[in-house]
C-alpha cells in the first residue's frame, strides 16, 4: 500500500518551511494532501516549471514514434499481462491506485469530486463492455483513474479549483504524480507505463491523436458532461460553487456567440449547458456516437423545457433560423455549433407520454429548489450547505406562477426523471462488468469502486 505522511511528521523550521524536503511520491503527496501554507511559493513554482518541462519533454518523445501513437495490438504485452504472476501485480498496483484516489478526491470540490471519478469509471467500463476488451488494454482504466489527480491538487497550490479552460496544468500535475507511482512499481513494462502517462497529460484535449488509451480516457472524462450527468453537474459548479445565474439573461450576443466555459463572460448556468451540448468532443469507440447523440437529447430537450419561448429562442436560435431559412445557417456564429436536424426534431417533440407522466407527478410536491437540492444531492457529489445556499438565493429570483418558473419547473421535474433513469443505467453497467470479468481484475475493481461512490 502506498505510505501517505501524515503533516505532523513533518518537521519545520522556524519560518514554518519544510525542513527536511521530501522527494518523490511522497513530495506530491504532500502538495496534494496539505495545506498550502506549508508550502513555500518557492517550492510550487519549481515544482510547475518542472513539471511543465518534463512533461513537454515526455510528450514529444512519445508523438515522434508511430507505434506510440496506434498502439493497441501487442502480443507481448498481452502475453506479460495474461501471465499470473503479472496478473497479480497489476491487481495489486489496482487496488493501491484506488485507495489513493479515493483519498484524494475526497478533497474535491463539485465537479471534480468522487462522482466525478464514478461517472468517469463507469463510462469507460461501458466503453471496455461494448469494444469486448480482454486484453492488456484493460489497463487504460488506469489512465482514467488518475488522470485529474492533478485537479485535487488544485486547492492546495492555488487555494481554488481552476475551472473550464483556466485549469490547462492539472494534466501535467497529474502527470508528474503517477510518474512517481510508476517508480514504486518497475515491474510494470515502460511501454505500458507510457501509455497511461500519454493518456494523462493529453486528456482535457479534443482528440487522442488515434491513440487507443488517450481516446478511452478522454470519452470518460467528457461523457459526464452532457446528459443528466451534465446538468447535475454544472447546478452544483456554476450555481452552487461559482455563482452562475440560473436564470438567463436576454441577451442577443448569445444567438450566435457562446462564450468559452471558464471566461468572466460564461455567467449564465444554461448557456454553460448548452456549451457542452453544442461542442462535445467526439466519444471514441463503436457506440460513442450514438452515446454522444442520446446525451445531446437530453440536455436539449432540459434546456428546451427549462426555458421561455422567448429564451428559447435565444438558446436555439441557429436550429429555429434554419427551420425558417430553408435549411440555411445564419453568419457570425461561434462556438454555437448547430445540432443535427435528427436531434432537434426529437428535442421539439420532447418526452414520451411515459415520462411526461412522471413529471407531472414529481412536479405536484415538489419547489423548484426542492427539485435542484434533489439532483445535487445525489451520491457522490461534494455538495454542502455553501452550494445549497447559492442555489437558494440564485432561485429567489424567480417569481412564484410566472411562465419562467413554470418552466423551469417542467425542466427540473425532466431532469429529475433522467438521473433516475441513470442510476439504473449505472446499476446494469456496474453488475455486468462484475459477471464479465474476474474479482480482482481492473474492471472489477473499478467496478466495486464506482458502486460504493454512486448507488
Ligand atoms: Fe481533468
Ligand atoms: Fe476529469
Known amino acids: 500500500m502506498l505510505k501517505l505522511p501524515m503533516p505532523e511528521n513533518i518537521t519545520r523550521n522556524s519560518e514554518n518551511k519544510i525542513q527536511n524536503p521530501i522527494s518523490g511520491l511522497d513530495k506530491m503527496v504532500r502538495f496534494a494532501d496539505m495545506n498550502p501554507s506549508l508550502i513555500s511559493t518557492e517550492e510550487i513554482n519549481e515544482f510547475i516549471t518542472k513539471a511543465k518541462q518534463e512533461s513537454s519533454q515526455f510528450r514529444e518523445k512519445f508523438e515522434n514514434s508511430l507505434e506510440n501513437k496506434l498502439y493497441k495490438n501487442d502480443p507481448e504485452l498481452n502475453q506479460w499481462f495474461e501471465n499470473p504472476e503479472n496478473n497479480q501485480l497489476i491487481s495489486k498496483f489496482t487496488k493501491d491506485a484506488i485507495i489513493l484516489v479515493e483519498k484524494m478526491s475526497a478533497s474535491g470540490l463539485p465537479g471534480h469530486d468522487r462522482r466525478h471519478v464514478a461517472c468517469d469509471v463507469i463510462s469507460d467500463l461501458n466503453c471496455l463492455q461494448e469494444e469486448s476488451i480482454t486484453d492488456f488494454n484493460q489497463a487504460a482504466m488506469i489512465g482514467a483513474l488518475y488522470h485529474d489527480v492533478g485537479r485535487w491538487s488544485e486547492i492546495k497550490l492555488w487555494g481554488q479549483q481552476l475551472g473550464g479552460v483556466l485549469g490547462v496544468d492539472h494534466p501535467k500535475i497529474s502527470f508528474m504524480f503517477i510518474k512517481e507511482i510508476f517508480k514504486k512499481y518497475p515491474d510494470v513494462p515502460q511501454k505500458l507505463q507510457d501509455q497511461v502517462l500519454y493518456s494523462i497529460l493529453v486528456h482535457q484535449e479534443g482528440g487522442g491523436q488515434g491513440n487507443f488509451f488517450a481516446e478511452f480516457v478522454q470519452r470518460g472524462d467528457r461523457e459526464q458532461l452532457v446528459g443528466s450527468e451534465g446538468i447535475a453537474r454544472f447546478f452544483a459548479f456554476d450555481c452552487g460553487l461559482d455563482d452562475r445565474s440560473i436564470k438567463t439573461k436576454v441577451n442577443n450576443e448569445r444567438r450566435l456567440v457562446l462564450p468559452l466555459p471558464g471566461k468572466p463572460e460564461d455567467t449564465d448556468l444554461m448557456h454553460h449547458i448548452e456549451f457542452y451540448m453544442r461542442n462535445l468532443y467526439p466519444l471514441t469507440g463503436n457506440n460513442g456516437p450514438q452515446k454522444a447523440k442520446e446525451l445531446k437529447i437530453i440536455s436539449g430537450t432540459f434546456l428546451y423545457l427549462s426555458s421561455t419561448d422567448e429564451i428559447r429562442d435565444q438558446i436555439f436560435y441557429p436550429?429555429?433560423?434554419r427551420d425558417q431559412n430553408?435549411?440555411?445557417l445564419p453568419e457570425g456564429l461561434k462556438f454555437k455549433t448547430p445540432i443535427s436536424e435528427e436531434i432537434w426534431q426529437q428535442i421539439k417533440k420532447g418526452p414520451s407520454e411515459d415520462i411526461r407522466q412522471h413529471i407531472e407527478e414529481i412536479k405536484k410536491n415538489n419547489s423548484n429548489y426542492s427539485l435542484i437540492s434533489r439532483?445535487?444531492?445525489?451520491?457522490?457529489?461534494?455538495?454542502v450547505s455553501r452550494e445549497l445556499e447559492n442555489i437558494e438565493k440564485n432561485i429567489n429570483e424567480f417569481k412564484d406562477n410566472t411562465p419562467e418558473s413554470d418552466r423551469l419547473k417542467d425542466g427540473l421535474?425532466?431532469?429529475?426523471?433522467?438521473?433516475?433513469n441513470q442510476e439504473n443505467n449505472y446499476r446494469q453497467t456496474l453488475n455486468k462488468i462484475k459477471e464479465t470479468y474476474p474479482q480482482d481484475s481492473i474492471p472489477s475493481q473499478m467496478a466495486s469502486?464506482?458502486?460504493?461512490?454512486i448507488l
Open 319 to 321: 436550429e429555429i433560423y
Open 413 to 420: 421535474a425532466y431532469e429529475v426523471v433522467m438521473m433516475l
Open 326 to 328: 430553408n435549411g440555411s
Open 449 to 453: 469502486l464506482a458502486s460504493r461512490i
Open 375 to 383: 439532483i445535487i444531492s445525489s451520491k457522490g457529489f461534494s455538495v
